[in-house]
């Protein structure tokens, strides 16, 4: 089956810092999601990305399906985008494959 | 207007109790699934139907019985709690073509 990576596992922020997550996905994907679990535990769509780029405010994604990878940019990060960011892929007709994740934690 | 909504929130029960979570979508979505969230917060899938139909069944001990009476609802029912089911359990609906997935708000069992 495919496999999601995630990297890095952890990673710890001053407020106002920048920066990237990466995601590497094993097989061709027609879809990507990127999810924001919070510290409530609630799964946050933040990007529909089978490919290209979009941006939403001081997140932006990327996904180069033919490279098999995307990044999820985070700017000027606030002490709100504390949790969870999972990566998940998935084909038409299977479940949602889900990366480990990576735990980021920002300080004010 | 919740597009994915489950219920309970919170579920604490004792072990050999039987329970059951309810989940319905408003997506007008055909395939919905449920999914485990560990302690280490990996998520996996455990079921997956398709216009009421179940077409993923991923290793889980039977004592988990999904059900779709509609193509908008899918509920967990779980004979013989054991401990190891502690868990987060989360629903999610997607569409035709596999596109974008949405969660509820999951629900928490504590078995004790």
């Known amino acids: 089956g495919i496999q999601v990576e995630q990297s890095p596992p952890d990673l710890i922020l001053q407020e106002g810092a920048n920066s990237t997550l990466r995601c590497n996905f094993s097989?061709?994907?027609?879809?990507l999601q990127w999810f924001h679990q919070n510290p409530w535990g609630q799964l946050i769509n933040l990007f529909y990305?089978?490919?290209g780029t979009k941006q939403n405010g001081r997140l932006s994604a990327t996904t180069v399906a033919t490279e098999r990878y995307s990044l999820l940019y985070i700017s000027s990060s606030q002490t709100t985008d504390s949790g969870v960011y999972f990566c998940?892929?998935?084909?038409?007709?299977?479940?949602?494959?889900f990366g480990k994740g990576t735990t980021l934690s920002v300080s004010s | 207007d919740t597009a994915v909504s489950q219920t309970p929130k919170y579920l604490v029960t004792q072990m050999g109790n039987d329970k059951s979570i309810k989940c319905e979508q408003n997506?007008?979505?055909?395939?919905m699934y449920w999914y485990k969230q560990d302690s280490k917060k990996f998520l996996k899938i455990m079921f997956s139907?398709?216009?009421?139909?179940?077409?993923i069944n991923e290793t889980v001990p039977n004592r988990f019985s999904p059900k779709s009476p509609d193509k908008a609802h899918l509920n967990l029912h779980i004979n013989s709690l054991e401990l190891g089911d502690s868990a987060v359990y989360f629903c999610?609906?997607?569409?035709?073509?596999?596109?974008?997935?949405?969660f509820g708000q999951g629900t928490r069992l504590t078995v004790v």
């Open positions: 139907y398709n216009n009421k139909e179940l077409i």
């Open positions: 998940a892929v998935g084909p038409a007709g299977t479940a949602l494959i």
């Open positions: 097989d061709s994907v027609n879809n």
């Open positions: 999610a609906s997607r569409g035709r073509g596999g596109t974008e997935a949405f």
């Open positions: 997506l007008g979505h055909d395939t």
């Open positions: 990305i089978p490919s």
